[in-house]
């Protein structure tokens, strides 16, 4: 399948084999592509079929924090490429078993009260939601300085549950990466192909396309994008992200309010396994907003000011968070009206059950 899309990029010479083909290989050349349902990752699957990958499996590592239209929109993707997605989650049950035993041991050792003891042992058991057994078991949310979410949800799945099985012998595995340089400074200084070790490459073809080359692959080869691309999200990862902006976090709350009732549960379930019972989902950022700084609070200050329901509300003011803005906060969102950050809207794109 070649196909020229021509202003922007031409899938057919976008991609630039840093090895000799699978054929003059001793042993096979397996190409991992993973699938997050966002426009970079999809990108990536389109270029990966343009190119014949060989032994191509694509993988989606599910969160459990997803958005119901991204879990469609990975079925829709496997339907209209012909390429089945394979579906994994992280499983924590033995790191809570482990750390059942370590608070019902230590933690009475060091004095904890026994209520708080109590407590994180009724909540701490396995949900089968990789996010929030994930940050049972950790005590907390992940946060920008410790963003341990992508690593245990995402990058370790991938490479335990369909990577190791594949490094024996002289075997290659290229593990696809849909990262673009333009997205951060970190990403900008990554090669576009290194060395991991036991026959493993990662392999990063999209790293010098900007946005608009990812969107012309998508209507190449008729595949509409995610559409939550046109509801207001700049990223259609975890709902919403620890790193979701604060215009992201007015849009979700009055498009789908759902999304911030399950994490208000999930705050007052990660707090009862909290030793300091200080958790909540953006680690103390709207405390910071409005004091200035959180380390002179204590525990039930930051909960108070922190929580993702006081998230929301400052996410609805402006002038850093000295007056509501009356536009925003007016709960007359339509759920179905497009205000893409990517100029979506008016695009012809094909429905998704007429791609193919």
């Known amino acids: 399948m070649v196909v020229d899309i021509g202003r922007h990029v031409d899938l057919a010479n976008a991609i630039r084999w840093p090895f000799h083909p699978a054929n003059e290989l001793p042993g096979l050349q397996h190409n991992i592509v993973s699938v997050s349902g966002g426009k970079d990752s999809t990108a ?15 993988v989606f590592a599910d969160t459990g924090n997803e958005h119901e239209l991204t879990i469609e929109y990975i079925d829709y993707l496997a339907q209209a490429t012909g390429v089945a997605i394979e579906h994994r989650r992280a499983d924590f049950s033995r790191q809570i078993a482990r750390k059942r035993e370590f608070i019902a041991t230590k933690w009475r050792e060091q004095g904890v009260a026994e209520t708080i003891v109590l407590a994180a042992l009724e909540v701490l058991q396995p949900t089968g939601v990789p996010f929030l057994d994930l940050c049972l078991w950790k005590g907390r949310f992940p946060s920008r300085k410790a963003q341990f ?23 290659m595995i290229m593990s696809w990466q849909g990262v673009r340089a333009d997205e951060s400074d970190v990403r900008r200084y990554l090669p576009e192909c290194e060395a991991v070790g036991g026959g493993l490459y990662n392999y990063r073809p999209l790293l010098r396309w900007n946005v608009d080359s990812v969107f012309e692959a998508h209507r190449a080869m008729g595949i509409k994008p995610n559409p939550l691309y046109t509801m207001g ?7 919403p992200c620890i790193n ?9 709350a009055a498009r789908w309010p759902h999304h911030i009732d399950r994490i208000a549960r999930w705050e007052d379930l990660v707090r009862q396994a909290s030793k300091r019972g200080g958790a909540t989902f953006f680690a103390g950022a709207n405390a910071k907003h ?3 700084s959180i380390k002179e609070m204590d525990v039930a200050q930051i909960v108070a000011l922190a929580n993702i329901r006081q998230a929301v509300e400052w996410s609805r003011t402006t002038r850093g968070g000295i007056q509501y803005d009356l536009i925003a906060t007016d709960g007359e969102t339509d759920s179905k ?20």
């Not at 079929?49 to 694509?58: C, H, S």
């Not at 950050?341 to 012809?348: T, V």
């Open 44 to 58: 990536l699957l389109l270029l990966a079929l343009t190119q014949d990958a060989p032994n191509l499996r694509a």
């Open 149 to 171: 979410c992508t690593e245990e949800l995402k990058r370790n799945v991938i490479v335990e549950q369909v990577m190791l099985p594949l490094m024996d012998g002289p075997n």
């Open 233 to 239: 999200a700049s990223r259609v990862g975890c709902m």
């Open 244 to 252: 979701c902006r604060k215009g992201e976090l007015r849009e979700i």
């Open 290 to 292: 409005q004091q200035g």
């Open 337 to 356: 009206a497009c205000t893409s950050a990517y100029g979506l809207c008016d695009s012809d794109w094909v429905p998704m059950e007429a791609a193919v």
